[in-house]
């Protein structure tokens, strides 16, 4: 019954569809939000978006990994490439993120507010 | 020898920093000035020896990563190292007063940053460029909130949300150029850019322009500039206003230059620069504080930067050149002098210049705000002129008469800063600079004079570096 969702064509609707989905779920955070925790939470949303697509759209069903041992022909192999250039980027991300945090208790502690908007130590 | 020192040596000296700190605090920071000092004597060497390679690491293209020294190139790894000597140096002699807390962690950082931004300038492989973008992003982060007051971390969280944004929509380009295209590498990515549908080249441009644009600080993508450089601790800020949107500017106006070489969105780019710099000038108009006021001051210098390189043609890019040496040397004495200034009167409100009793610090905020505001005799004018002339010759007048209101306000404020610092009243005793401060200082505005008197010393390496960077050398 459930066939068709096997083909490529179909597959790669959904993922592309789903990541377009997810990445203005977290731009409309980015924008809603005003908690600081939560625009880093939208952020990383958008983020995992762009990584879902990349990786969902290059991705072949019948394709192997691109191990050399196990097979000799390359065709078949997936590409690795992509696979390498996002865990790179989550890896940054997760630095990028766990650094906010921290800026956001530190900032906590000191002036007791996550509200961006009354962010305005600055404006006077 | 090669050009991966740059990036390697400076890395490599954040992790020796754990050994170095058990020799004592003031080893990191000799050595970390010591290894500038010889990254400035590498550059100077393939300088001279005419040193300019393409260099491979690794493995062979498509897949390998690649280095390129080009005359241009050269002379942003130049312009960036030498900063950074003149900072450490600067920095050696602040600290002894008023160091940094846990200083060996600020030597890691300011070291990261130099690394990131030479490696933004010399990496010819896009997502090596995504990985410096993001280094010099987090360096220059944690910098700007060093100081861990709430103004301090304030900056530095709109800092890292604006850079994380900018950075999504910089992997999403890279992204589509991958499966587009199916290559990382700059010179092939160039070779098939023009073949893409238009609609595909368009999205790709947008999401490079968003990504690029919170980094170098264009309207309307500049909202957190001014809160950033006033959270920010003074010497900081020489660097964020000299190095780094410099490296940035430097690298999205090269990719424009390899993907899009007929200037295709040229028109849109130069009116965007135009409007940000009058914006820029027209909103720094009204800031009382000082850290603020050059912020906006940073921010019209680098529209009229953007709007240069946006006119892509040889002589512009000369010009833009010219404007991003001057700028950089010129806001280095401003923010060394306020550092100074705010170390003795506590407060960078505008009327604190009233009191300042320094005839040497007034000479060189005179000399560096005359310079940022393109008076002939100083560095700041040949850029300028030239910059008016090419929108000349393009039968530009809009953009002309946009650029010339906008210097006239900045002249406005200028003048008045100069006004607060030469009535002020002499009861407060004449503010102490150490000798190494005024060597620098005073080395700082010759520079600027020197550049201004004679730019012809300056202007042939200049217009060939611009004649590489149309060509689009990859």
Same mark, same amino acid.
């Given at each position: 019954?459930?066939?068709?969702?096997?083909?490529?064509?179909?597959?790669?609707?959904? @993922?592309?569809?789903?990541?377009?989905?997810?990445?203005?779920?977290?731009?409309?955070?980015?924008?809603?939000?005003?908690?600081?925790?939560?625009?880093?939470?939208?952020?990383?949303? $958008?983020?995992?978006?762009?990584?879902?697509?990349?990786?969902?759209?290059?991705?072949?069903?019948?394709?192997?990994?691109?191990?050399?041992?196990?097979?000799?022909?390359?065709?078949?192999?997936?590409?690795?490439?992509?696979?390498?250039?996002?865990?790179?980027?989550?890896?940054?991300? $997760?630095?990028?993120?766990?650094?906010?945090?921290?800026?956001?208790?530190?900032?906590?502690?000191?002036?007791?507010?996550?509200?961006?908007?009354?962010?305005?130590?600055?404006?006077? | 020898?090669?050009?991966?020192?740059?990036?390697?040596?400076?890395?490599?000296?954040?992790?020796?920093?754990?050994?170095?700190?058990?020799?004592?605090?003031?080893?990191?920071?000799?050595?970390?000035?010591?290894?500038?000092?010889?990254?400035?004597?590498?550059?100077?060497?393939?300088?001279?020896?005419?040193?300019?390679?393409?260099?491979?690491?690794?493995?062979?293209?498509?897949?390998?990563?690649?280095?390129?020294?080009?005359?241009?190139?050269?002379?942003?790894?130049?312009?960036?190292?030498?900063?950074?000597?003149?900072?450490?140096?600067?920095?050696?002699?602040?600290?002894?007063?008023?160091?940094?807390?846990?200083?060996?962690?600020?030597?890691?950082?300011?070291?990261?940053?130099?690394?990131?931004?030479?490696?933004?300038?010399?990496?010819?492989?896009?997502?090596?460029?995504?990985?410096?973008?993001?280094?010099?992003?987090?360096?220059?982060?944690?910098?700007?909130?060093?100081?861990?007051?709430?103004?301090?971390?304030?900056?530095?969280?709109?800092?890292?949300?604006?850079?994380?944004?900018?950075?999504?929509?910089?992997?999403?380009?890279?992204?589509?150029?991958?499966?587009?295209?199916?290559?990382?590498?700059?010179?092939?990515?160039?070779?098939?850019?023009?073949?893409?549908?238009?609609?595909?080249?368009?999205?790709?441009?947008?999401?490079?322009?968003?990504?690029?644009?919170?980094?170098?600080?264009?309207?309307?993508?500049?909202?957190?500039?001014?809160?950033?450089?006033?959270?920010?601790?003074?010497?900081?800020?020489?660097?964020?206003?000299?190095?780094?949107?410099?490296?940035?500017?430097?690298?999205?106006?090269?990719?424009?230059?390899?993907?899009?070489?007929?200037?295709?969105?040229?028109?849109?780019?130069?009116?965007?620069?135009?409007?940000?710099?009058?914006?820029?000038? @027209?909103?720094?108009?009204?800031?009382?504080?000082?850290?603020?006021?050059?912020?906006?001051?940073?921010?019209?210098?680098?529209?009229?930067?953007?709007?240069?390189?946006?006119?892509?043609?040889?002589?512009?890019?000369?010009?833009?050149?010219?404007?991003?040496?001057?700028?950089?040397?010129?806001?280095?004495?401003?923010?060394?002098?306020?550092?100074?200034?705010?170390?003795?009167?506590?407060?960078?409100?505008?009327?604190?210049?009233?009191?300042?009793?320094?005839?040497?610090?007034?000479?060189?905020?005179?000399?560096?705000?005359?310079?940022?505001?393109?008076?002939?005799?100083?560095?700041?004018?040949?850029?300028?002129?030239?910059?008016?002339?090419?929108?000349?010759?393009?039968?530009?007048?809009?953009?002309?008469?946009?650029?010339?209101?906008?210097?006239?306000?900045?002249?406005?404020?200028?003048?008045?800063?100069?006004?607060?610092?030469?009535?002020?009243?002499?009861?407060?005793?004449?503010?102490?600079?150490?000798?190494?401060?005024?060597?620098?200082?005073?080395?700082?505005?010759?520079?600027?004079?020197?550049?201004?008197?004679?730019?012809?010393?300056?202007?042939?390496?200049?217009?060939?570096?611009?004649?590489?960077?149309?060509?689009?050398?990859?």
């Amino acid at each position: 019954m459930f066939e068709f969702f096997n083909s490529p064509e179909v597959i790669n609707i959904i @993922v592309i569809i789903g990541s377009m989905l997810l990445f203005f779920v977290g731009l409309f955070g980015l924008l809603t939000q005003k908690h600081i925790i939560k625009i880093f939470m939208s952020i990383a949303i $958008m983020e995992t978006a762009v990584y879902l697509f990349f990786i969902g759209s290059l991705f072949k069903l019948d394709a192997i990994a691109p191990i050399m041992k196990v097979a000799d022909d390359t065709s078949k192999f997936n590409d690795p490439i992509p696979h390498a250039m996002i865990l790179t980027a989550i890896v940054i991300a $997760m630095a990028v993120f766990a650094l906010g945090v921290s800026f956001a208790i530190e900032y906590y502690k000191l002036s007791g507010k996550t509200n961006i908007d009354t962010m305005n130590e600055m404006r006077h | 020898m090669s050009s991966v020192l740059f990036v390697a040596l400076p890395l490599l000296f954040g992790f020796s920093t754990p050994i170095l700190g058990y020799f004592g605090k003031n080893a990191v920071a000799y050595v970390s000035t010591l290894m500038q000092l010889f990254l400035l004597y590498l550059g100077f060497d393939l300088l001279l020896n005419e040193g300019f390679s393409i260099e491979l690491i690794s493995i062979a293209p498509p897949l390998g990563i690649s280095f390129v020294v080009t005359k241009v190139s050269l002379l942003f790894v130049l312009l960036f190292t030498s900063v950074m000597t003149l900072f450490s140096l600067y920095y050696l002699s602040y600290r002894s007063e008023k160091p940094y807390r846990d200083e060996s962690k600020f030597f890691i950082l300011i070291n990261m940053l130099l690394a990131a931004s030479i490696g933004l300038v010399l990496s010819s492989d896009i997502f090596n460029i995504y990985v410096f973008f993001e280094i010099a992003g987090i360096s220059a982060y944690i910098l700007s909130a060093y100081e861990k007051s709430s103004s301090a971390l304030e900056a530095g969280i709109k800092y890292l949300i604006t850079g994380a944004v900018a950075s999504i929509f910089l992997i999403f380009a890279i992204v589509l150029i991958y499966i587009y295209i199916g290559s990382l590498n700059l010179g092939i990515i160039a070779q098939h850019f023009e073949l893409l549908p238009f609609q595909i080249k368009l999205l790709i441009s947008i999401l490079l322009l968003i990504g690029f644009g919170f980094k170098v600080e264009i309207f309307p993508l500049n909202f957190w500039v001014s809160d950033v450089y006033q959270g920010s601790s003074t010497l900081v800020n020489a660097l964020f206003s000299a190095i780094v949107v410099k490296a940035y500017l430097f690298v999205f106006f090269h990719l424009l230059y390899l993907f899009l070489p007929h200037g295709e969105f040229s028109l849109f780019l130069i009116y965007l620069g135009a409007f940000s710099m009058l914006a820029a000038e @027209v909103a720094g108009l009204r800031q009382s504080h000082l850290k603020r006021l050059f912020a906006y001051s940073s921010l019209g210098q680098v529209a009229l930067v953007f709007t240069a390189f946006a006119l892509q043609n040889t002589q512009a890019i000369q010009a833009a050149l010219f404007i991003v040496l001057a700028h950089s040397v010129a806001k280095m004495g401003i923010f060394f002098a306020l550092a100074l200034i705010e170390k003795e009167h506590e407060s960078m409100e505008s009327e604190t210049l009233k009191s300042l009793n320094s005839p040497f610090l007034r000479v060189i905020l005179l000399i560096s705000m005359l310079s940022l505001l393109g008076i002939p005799l100083f560095a700041g004018f040949v850029g300028k002129l030239l910059v008016l002339k090419s929108l000349a010759l393009e039968g530009m007048l809009p953009i002309i008469m946009m650029i010339i209101l906008a210097s006239l306000i900045e002249a406005v404020y200028y003048f008045k800063l100069a006004g607060y610092m030469f009535t002020s009243d002499k009861r407060r005793d004449v503010l102490k600079v150490t000798w190494a401060h005024k060597t620098i200082l005073a080395f700082l505005s010759l520079l600027l004079l020197i550049i201004g008197m004679a730019p012809f010393l300056l202007s042939e390496y200049l217009f060939e570096a611009s004649k590489l960077m149309l060509g689009g050398v990859s």
